[in-house]
């Protein structure tokens, strides 16, 4: 199914978003800018902006963070047209992650259309997180797999995934998967560990290429040491960008 057709399949206004800007900028490219320096970062950026859907961030990877780098990154957003997608893997229950989520430091639910959460507290976690980005527009995605070898989210576990997003499905608007997980189109999945010419890192990382990860079902593929560790970062993004397009229009 094409992106675009997927629009109408979701009432979450991030993802409508999501799935109308991919169609548009023709990119399922997501870029994991894991770079601790804020002006490498906003570099990074500029030179990406244009070949990304999702900029992907780790917030608490900034040395000598202040709220400017939010504001500039949120300038660059509209600027390049991507969405912001804080990699925060909440984890606790529901009353703490809702804290965490909305104050703090980063107060990530301001700025992030889109983030993440584990689902071994259960349900409460979605709760939390939904109390205060459901008014916001936000969206969120679960962690029903993950990339790294031995991690114990399989089978069951990301079965409960599955069922969970389907129930708070106004919030939830997909997953971490390492493939298509559930045939339904309201249902964004993101993959990362993707890297032309696949492998690992020697931490455990496993690398998909990018035309096996969207071979799979995937929808945006999530690439961050190929690009930020390019001599040419615009370069390798157009290069990661084209292969996870021409996968998808084999798909379709
Ligand atoms: P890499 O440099 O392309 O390996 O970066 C991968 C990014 O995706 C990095 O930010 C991780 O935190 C993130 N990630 C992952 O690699 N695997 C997972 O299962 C999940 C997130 Br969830």
Not at 13 to 35: C, Q, Y
């Amino acid at each position: 199914m094409k992106y675009e057709d997927r629009i109408e399949h979701t009432s979450n206004p991030t993802a409508k978003r999501l799935f109308e800007l991919i169609a548009e900028k023709e990119t399922n490219l997501a870029i994991a800018a894991d770079v601790t320096d804020p002006q490498v970062l906003l570099d990074l950026v500029k030179a990406t902006g244009d070949e990304i859907c999702v900029l992907k961030t780790h917030i608490d990877v900034v040395t000598d963070y202040n709220s400017d780098l939010i504001d500039e990154l949120v300038d660059l957003k509209e600027k390049h047209n991507f969405l912001i997608f804080e990699d925060r893997k909440f984890a606790d229950i529901g009353n703490t992650v809702k804290l965490q989520y909305s104050q703090g430091v980063y107060h990530i639910v301001d700025w992030s259309d889109i983030t993440n959460a584990h689902v071994v507290p259960g349900p409460g976690i979605i709760e939390g997180l939904r109390e205060v980005g459901m008014d916001k527009g936000r969206g969120l995605l679960l962690l029903a797999e993950m990339s790294s070898a031995g991690n114990l989210a399989t089978g069951k576990y990301t079965q409960k995934a599955l069922e969970m997003a389907e129930e708070y499905s106004d919030f939830v608007i997909g997953f971490i998967g390492m493939k298509k997980l559930i045939d339904d189109p309201k249902f964004i999945t993101m993959t990362p560990g993707v890297k032309l010419g696949g492998g690992g890192d020697g931490l455990k990382q496993q690398y998909n290429t990018p035309e096996n990860a969207i071979a799979g079902g995937t929808d945006i593929i999530i690439v961050g040491r190929g690009i930020y560790e390019a001599e040419d970062v615009k370069q390798a993004a157009q290069e990661y960008r084209k292969a996870g397009w021409d996968a998808y229009l084999k798909t379709i």
